[in-house]
């Protein structure tokens, strides 16, 4: 049978095209190249021809033709390496990069051969003003072989196969070429041809998504490429179950898997040519939705509001989530069917969903969804009448952040988090960029406050280690807050939600490097290989002790500005450890004007503590009272020490006020009363440790 091949090149605009003539004839040895250098986000760009010593500034690309001016190049092989910034290349001293430059298929009728040339590329700095200059160190090639009839593929170690299709990786696992959309959709008639050998019939393709994916999906599922394409939705074992190779009608077990019942007609005409239609049907239901009409809408969507159809998971039981954020689909179908059980007209909420989604959800916009979804019942009933009848707004998310920030405050009050050592390596220094951990449940209120996000509704995934939020301060201001977990960032955002540029952005990546951690969701999309990481200093932050880790000399040595909740009941905690005090008494002779004076001579430790409970600090004010009462620190004064724990009115008054009362009995010796106080201290006491650790 006669031998078949094409042969592609990329046109240096990231298509790639057919070639024929030498270019796609002979050894790529000994072919001309070319290696263009451009910035991801400015406008410069640079190109390098083979056997030149010096790099074209001003041209132009058509049809994969290089122009200077109205003078033609000779066709060559191109490819483009992006960088960040001119900075970064200029200053790099030397980095290799691999570049395919040529994809070729061959097809002898019973296998079909993809193969790719590739260039070691060397970008080196040159010459007195450093400018970089690209050239090819050496080439190499990779090929696969897809053996339709025998079921599988043979292909070099270096080759991958996953949901993206077929991949490239270098010799440490990162991807750094995708079989070209263009050449998986040419290969698809090689492979009907042999698939009609097989079946006797040419298997129809109309899908008309991902064309990068298409001839894996043909080889896998040649009588229903979409089927393929669903398998990570449907999961691996109910997909080689339910979904043989031979299956020809895959539409209706998959509508019975998702429980649609008898679903419309459009719905299979749609799915031959998408197969997320099915999965947006089954959304818009879940949502609510019960006009065909509206619904149709959504079939060739590839997301809805902020899901991404890609992203959909068949759970448990038949439930849809979205994979790696579990509440976003139950927050969604919420919010949808608040609106609909409102009383608004499916016309209205499609609207909002649909014509939406045409452009990227904001991050505020999914986050004002997750906090009215989780404290609907305790948030106002404004907030709930402006969801209702406004489109999502900023101001909208920030007033919901402020009541939900009030909410969890008032919560059980402040909690303390604790870290391990490996995580508390997490606090570098980057250059002049500070990232520390989230120690206070009262920072994450702050951090909301200073850079308008919802970072105060985490606060029941910190404290149960759910989630770990650190935050990247530059001279004292936050910058950046960051969600960690399971090794991985899953988010990074500056104020407003917005995504991180510049310098942030790459000391961030770095430090994310530099601990191995994953980017889950893209949110530092750079590549550190172009930018000079030899500018970067990087310091280990000291451990910030929290109150309970601190002794008496620390605590007091704790700055005014630095006090907040819970730290006067640690200082009377470490007070009452003290076994041998040396308590100050002023002479007979000495007189003081007002209590405070007098205070200031007898605790003069303590002048901060004293200042806040005659500023109206409840904490402060019962502790002073609990030291008037034990009289070890002053002298004893019961008086006094009644007045301020009356004073201070708060739950840690009346613990020390039934303290003081059971002691006052067992002294006098009367032992109803001190059970009776005893069994108050023991209640209160319980209260406490219920509240500080509710959340």
Request: charged share 25%.
């Amino acid at each position: 049978m006669e031998v078949r091949e094409l042969v592609f090149r990329n046109d240096g605009t990231d298509r790639w095209v057919h070639c024929k003539g030498r270019l796609a004839e002979l050894d790529v040895e000994k072919l001309p190249y070319g290696i263009i250098l451009a910035g991801k986000k400015e406008s410069w760009k640079r190109l390098w021809l083979k056997g030149r010593r010096e790099s074209i500034d001003d041209f132009t690309l058509k049809n994969g033709v290089v122009f200077q001016g109205e003078e033609a190049h000779e066709p060559v092989l191109l490819n483009t390496i992006f960088y960040n910034s001119h900075e970064s290349l200029v200053y790099r001293s030397q980095k290799h990069f691999l570049l395919a430059m040529r994809w070729r298929l061959r097809f002898d009728g019973k296998l079909l051969l993809l193969a790719v040339d590739v260039a070691d590329v060397s970008i080196t700095s040159m010459g007195s003003n450093r400018e970089p200059r690209a050239s090819v160190c050496i080439w190499k090639s990779y090929s696969v072989t897809l053996d339709f009839f025998g079921g599988n593929i043979r292909r070099w170690p270096l080759w991958c196969i996953n949901e993206w299709g077929l991949q490239i990786t270098q010799p440490d696992g990162r991807c750094f070429e995708c079989l070209p959309a263009e050449v998986s959709v040419a290969a698809v008639p090689f492979l009907r041809q042999l698939a009609a050998d097989e079946f006797g019939f040419k298997p129809t393709v109309m899908t008309t998504v991902y064309p990068e994916r298409q001839a894996l999906a043909f080889f896998h599922r040649p009588l229903d490429l979409n089927i393929y394409l669903l398998r990570k939705f449907i999961g691996y074992g109910k997909f080689e179950t339910f979904f043989p190779v031979n299956q020809a009608d895959n539409y209706t077990p998959l509508c019975k898997c998702l429980g649609l019942g008898k679903p419309p007609k459009s719905l299979r005409r749609a799915y031959a040519r998408t197969p997320f239609a099915v999965i947006a049907y089954r959304m818009m239901k879940d949502f609510g939705f019960k006009d065909v009409n509206i619904i149709r809408r959504s079939y060739e969507l590839e997301q809805i509001g902020p899901i991404h159809l890609e992203d959909v998971r068949l759970g448990s039981q038949n439930r849809l989530n979205v994979s790696g954020a579990a509440d976003l689909y139950e927050a969604f179908q919420f919010y949808c069917g608040y609106l609909l059980s409102s009383g608004k007209k499916e016309k209205y909420v499609i609207h909002r969903l649909i014509d939406k989604s045409k452009e990227p959800w904001k991050n505020w916009k999914i986050d004002t969804i997750k906090m009215f979804h989780r404290y609907f019942d305790d948030i106002s009933e404004d907030i709930r009448k402006r969801v209702m009848r406004d489109e999502l707004s900023e101001l909208l998310h920030d007033e919901l952040a402020e009541e939900v920030a009030c909410i969890e405050g008032g919560r059980g009050g402040e909690e303390l988090i604790f870290y391990e050592p490996e995580l508390l390596a997490y606090e570098n220094k980057i250059n002049e960029f500070e990232i520390r951990l989230v120690h206070r449940t009262s920072e994450l209120r702050e951090i909301g406050e200073k850079l308008h996000n919802c970072v105060a509704s985490y606060k029941y995934d910190v404290v149960n280690h759910y989630s770990t939020i650190a935050t990247v301060k530059y001279h004292d201001k936050y910058v950046a807050c960051l969600e960690i977990k399971n090794d991985g960032i899953y988010q990074a955002l500056g104020p407003c939600n917005r995504y991180l540029t510049g310098d942030v952005l790459l000391a961030v990546a770095y430090w994310a490097q530099l601990h191995n951690l994953q980017d889950k969701r893209g949110y530092l999309n750079v590549n550190l290989e172009t930018i000079d990481t030899s500018a970067y200093t990087v310091e280990q932050l000291p451990h910030q002790k929290l109150l309970p880790e601190m002794n008496l000399e620390e605590l007091l040595a704790v700055p005014a500005d630095k006090i907040h909740k819970g730290y006067y009941t640690y200082l009377r905690d470490r007070m009452l450890a003290v076994k041998t005090v040396n308590r100050v008494a002023p002479p007979p002779w000495m007189t003081f004007s007002d209590e405070r004076t007098y205070l200031y001579y007898v605790l003069p430790w303590a002048k901060h503590m004293i200042d806040a409970a005659f500023a109206g600090n409840m904490e402060a004010a019962a502790v002073l009272g609990e030291i008037y009462l034990r009289g070890r620190w002053i002298t004893k004064d019961v008086q006094q020490g009644e007045k301020w724990l009356d004073f201070g009115g708060n739950d840690l008054s009346k613990l020390l006020t039934a303290e003081h009362k059971q002691r006052v009995a067992m002294a006098l010796g009367n032992r109803d009363e001190a059970i009776k106080w005893g069994l108050e201290v023991g209640r209160l006491r319980v209260q406490r440790n219920m509240e500080r650790k509710a959340g």
